[in-house]
């Protein structure tokens, strides 16, 4: 499908200039980056994209529940928690990745478009349950602007094109909201225009954030 391959060409820049994957898969048991394991992150992906990816040969299956062996789960349930209009997929592991196919979630995460309560996208911020996990959410200096920018591109694209998704999406972005206001914390924001917030949950309002004034956590907070 044409439209998936100008998209994968597009959203092909490198998060960072190092390799972030060795950053964090000693911190996990598996010894693999935690955004490329099945065991902690399930890809879901357009059902379209995914009539795409059956083309490109038997690298990505249908999500079954049964891929992590010490952790098997019914897919059922983790599909109830997943946008309809995407479905689970898994892929035979980062041994053999294909990266010329992954899918636009391996592109994008940790990240999502946050979209503020007048429906804009904005800018990409953080999926939070991550945050101790993701080497790149405790480093988000590191993130390219190349990437930035091609994220806000595919995003453009794909929020016009699909009205679905830019609701989902502006509905998970107002559920991250309640989140960082119980908690009592900003949420971080690498704007559309190249700067750095943090929004706050209540008001919205942007607050610059300097080189090197992100938090930390987890096993990154020693760095």
Same mark, same amino acid.
Do not use: A, M, R
């Given at each position: 499908m044409? *439209? !998936?391959?100008? &998209? %994968?060409r597009d959203f092909d820049e490198p998060l960072t200039r190092l390799d972030c994957g060795l950053k964090c898969a000693p911190h996990n048991p598996s010894g693999k980056p935690f955004c490329c394991d099945i065991c902690q992150v399930v890809p879901a992906v357009y059902e379209v994209e995914w009539l795409h990816l059956q083309t490109t040969g038997d690298f990505w299956h249908e999500y079954r529940g049964d891929e992590c062996p010490g952790d098997p789960c019914d897919p059922e349930e983790v599909l109830a928690?997943?946008?309809s209009h995407m479905l689970l997929l898994a892929c035979q592991g980062p041994e053999r990745c294909r990266r010329e196919i992954r899918s636009v979630s391996c592109r994008? *995460?940790? !990240? *999502?478009p946050y979209i503020t309560e007048t429906g804009r996208f904005i800018g990409l911020t953080v999926e939070p349950a991550f945050r101790?996990?993701?080497? @790149?959410?405790?480093?988000l200096d590191e993130v390219t602007q190349a990437y930035r920018q091609a994220f806000v591109r595919v995003y453009?694209? &794909?929020l016009s094109r699909w009205e679905h998704d830019l609701e989902a999406y502006a509905? %998970?972005?107002h559920d991250l909201r309640s989140q960082y206001a119980e908690r009592r914390e900003r949420i971080p924001l690498l704007h559309r225009n190249g700067k750095n917030y943090l @929004?706050?949950?209540g008001s919205g309002n942007l607050y610059p954030v300097q080189p090197g004034g992100w938090r930390q956590y987890g096993p990154y907070r020693e760095e």
């Open positions: 044409k *439209f !998936f391959d100008d &998209l %994968y928690e997943t946008p994008q *995460f940790p !990240f *999502f101790d996990q993701c080497w @790149v959410i405790s480093h453009d694209n &794909l509905e %998970y972005s @929004v706050s949950p």
